[in-house]
């Protein structure tokens, strides 16, 4: 368990606190990419041979720095390389839109499903109302989810299913 390779000067602190470091040092190295997949938590608690609630601790400081988010049923995101200020609007609306994006193709959404609303999408990432309109926006340029007016945005059916018939 004390063989794990410490970054900086954390050699003294928790268990939780040396993961969340190294994680934060891997995704600012790059090594785990803006917008990318962490390891899972099973691989995590292999690596640095401590318990399952100590890697959710460690991914729940991240997430609460907002330097990862959560996707129910898929795992632990990068939100950016960088700290969330010094994103510009357009590029956590990318980096928001992304992830959605991904969720969406891997069918975590079905076609017809009502999708999430600006508000939720703004809870959820820790961005502006302005910056969870402009991910969406970007869902939509993408033709995976079309606003239906006075109901919110809607998962729209992939264009293999909608040709079909044609």
């Known amino acids: 368990m004390e063989d794990v390779l410490l970054p900086r000067n954390e050699d003294r602190g928790t268990a939780r606190d040396r993961i969340a470091s190294t994680l934060r040092d891997r995704?600012?190295?790059g090594e785990l990419p803006s917008g990318g997949p962490l390891p899972s938590e099973t691989s995590l608690r292999k690596e640095f041979g401590v318990s399952r609630g100590t890697v959710r601790t460690a991914l729940l400081l991240l997430k609460e720095s907002g330097v990862i988010v959560s996707v129910p049923s898929r795992g632990w995101y990068v939100q950016s390389a960088l700290r969330p200020g010094d994103l510009t609007s357009a590029?956590?609306?990318g980096s928001a839109a992304s992830i959605l994006e991904n969720e969406i193709r891997e069918g975590q959404?079905?076609?017809g499903d009502q999708f999430l609303s600006v508000g939720e999408l703004a809870s959820r990432f820790g961005l502006t109302r302005y910056t969870a309109h402009r991910a969406l926006l970007e869902l939509v340029a993408l033709g995976l989810i079309a606003p239906v007016q006075s109901r919110g945005y809607f998962v729209t059916v992939p264009e293999v299913e909608?040709?079909?018939g044609h």
Request: charged letters at 10%.
């Open 27 to 29: 995704i600012a190295g």
């Open 91 to 93: 590029a956590q609306a």
């Open 109 to 111: 959404f079905r076609p």
């Open 162 to 164: 909608s040709t079909a």
